[in-house]
Nanobody, 121 residues
Framework: QVQLAESGGGLVQPGGSLRLSCSFS????????LGWYRQPPEKQRELVAL???????????SLKGRFTISKDNAKNTVDLSMNLQMDSLKLEDTAVYYC???????????WGKGTLVTVSS
């Protein structure tokens, strides 16, 4: 089992920045793919960004250049965390942001509870 804990959501003005973090604990197997997803009000959940255990990143096309995903981990994967730096935020970035992790050869799938990001003036 893997536990996920998100932090960093809140209220920010348009054009501002916000940094989300997600920590992973428990039995962490490699390979893994970590990701951020978001669900805007009255819309479906959508991919924001992914980062693999090897460091390869993938972004939603519309978010490239504004959002940056990164991870921090010790060599033994005991301490693993992921960050999402969000810059030049727009009103349409308002959403609940979810942390996700897929671990091991079976890609066991885990979700965080979500953190609300509100972009408003």
């Amino acid at each position: 089992q893997v536990q996920l804990a998100e932090s960093g959501g809140g209220l920010v003005q348009p054009g501002g920045s916000l940094r989300l973090s997600c920590s992973f604990s428990g039995t962490i197997s490699t390979p893994y793919i970590l990701g951020w997803y978001r669900q805007p009000p009255e819309k479906q959940r959508e991919l924001v960004a992914l980062i693999s255990s090897g460091g390869t990143t993938t972004y939603a096309e519309s978010l490239k250049g504004r959002f940056t995903i990164s991870k921090d981990n010790a060599k033994n994967t005991v301490d693993l965390s992921m960050n999402l730096q969000m810059d030049s935020l727009k009103l349409e970035d308002t959403a609940v942001y979810y942390c996700n992790g897929k671990f091991g050869k079976s890609m066991s799938n885990y979700w965080g509870k979500g953190t609300l990001v509100t972009v408003s003036s």
